[in-house]
């Protein structure tokens, strides 16, 4: 497909060139209690080589959002990877 540029997905095995949005990212929780199984930022960032991450729960149900997403912000620049 011409016109794909990426995927959300959680593997590291991408066509070269597309951009990886790995969704699951949480760093207050490893699980829940309805199966879904959680990687933190440095895990998505590093091992998973994700370009976009999808945080979801661990934002939308934090009463402060607007902090939590800055220990997110801290977490991928502490990998070091840009």
């Not at 995927?7 to 699980?31: D, H, M, R, Y």
């Not at 402060?64 to 997403?69: K, R």
Request: glycine share 8%; proline share 4%.
């Amino acid at each position: 497909y011409q016109d794909v540029i990426g995927a959300v997905c959680q593997q590291t095995s991408l066509q070269e060139g597309f951009l990886k949005f790995t969704p699951g990212v949480n760093i207050s929780s490893q699980s829940d209690n309805k199966g879904q199984q959680y990687n933190t930022p440095e895990f998505a960032m590093k091992k998973l080589q994700s370009d976009f991450l999808i945080i979801g729960r661990g934002l939308y149900t934090s009463t402060h959002p607007e902090v939590e997403i800055e220990k997110y912000l801290t977490a991928v620049r502490s990998c070091d990877i840009f």
